[in-house]
């Protein structure tokens, strides 16, 4: 018979407050504040695979890499956030994602106290809305998209998976972002525009026409190039 000591122990129960951070570069340290700001989580710790166990990032302790997620969910953490950016990688944020979904935890939306999101807007889970973004009315922000500072989302947009619009980037009404999209810092997507799967627009760039997938619009550029 295996000795009570030795079993292992039961799930806790869940705490709907409880936050769990994956990643505490940059992007992840911006996104402690905005929790904070917010104030509807607290946070429980940072898994990071490069940082040590039991040092802090901006008073987070660090609790060791993807190997305590498991302990974790059991002792009632559920809820946890991706704070890798995935900037010119997108590939590498949605790998964390399904790193989660695998442990059992799920990513709320989180949004900044001082950005503002129409009634009418949806946002599915894991995105990021940060301070003084915008989303308009009927605009759908897709799974574990990240809307950085002052970022401008206008009507009728649809973002896919994984899109991340940098600092200042702004959408016209009805525009289409296929998953990874990568928008930099004040560029700008005309009206009815698509921009397909895995495009990156450089910093500045203006788009007035459909950009295929996998293509990058360089810095300052517009497209489409005469």
């Not at 989580?41 to 993807?66: C, E, F, M, N």
Request: with cysteine; net charge neutral; hydrophobic share 45%.
């Amino acid at each position: 018979m295996t000795p009570a000591s030795a079993q292992p122990a039961a799930p806790q129960e869940f705490d709907p407050t409880a936050l769990l951070l994956y990643g505490g570069g940059g992007h992840g340290k911006t996104l402690i504040d905005l929790v904070r700001a917010a104030g509807n989580y607290h946070w429980v710790g940072l898994i990071d695979d490069q940082l040590t166990r039991g040092s802090k990032v901006l008073g987070v302790p660090v609790l060791g890499g993807a190997e305590q997620l498991a302990d974790l969910h059991r002792s009632g953490v559920r809820l946890a956030v991706n704070g890798v950016g995935g900037i010119g990688n997108p590939a590498v944020r949605a790998r964390v994602f399904e790193i989660l979904e695998q442990a059992g935890f799920t990513c709320p939306a989180i949004v900044h106290p001082t950005a503002w999101v129409e009634q009418s807007a949806r946002l599915e889970g894991g995105v990021q809305v940060l301070a003084h973004a915008y989303v308009s009315s009927a605009a759908t922000i897709g799974f574990g998209s990240v809307l950085n500072a002052g970022a401008i989302v206008s009507h009728d947009c649809r973002l896919g998976r994984c899109v991340n619009l940098s600092p200042g980037a702004a959408l016209a009404g009805n525009v289409r972002l296929e998953d990874h999209v990568q928008v930099g810092m004040k560029a700008t997507v005309n009206l009815d525009i698509s921009v397909g799967r895995g495009a990156r627009i450089g910093n500045g760039a203006t788009v007035k026409a459909d950009v295929p997938p996998d293509t990058v619009v360089r810095a300052g550029a517009v497209w489409p190039p005469k």
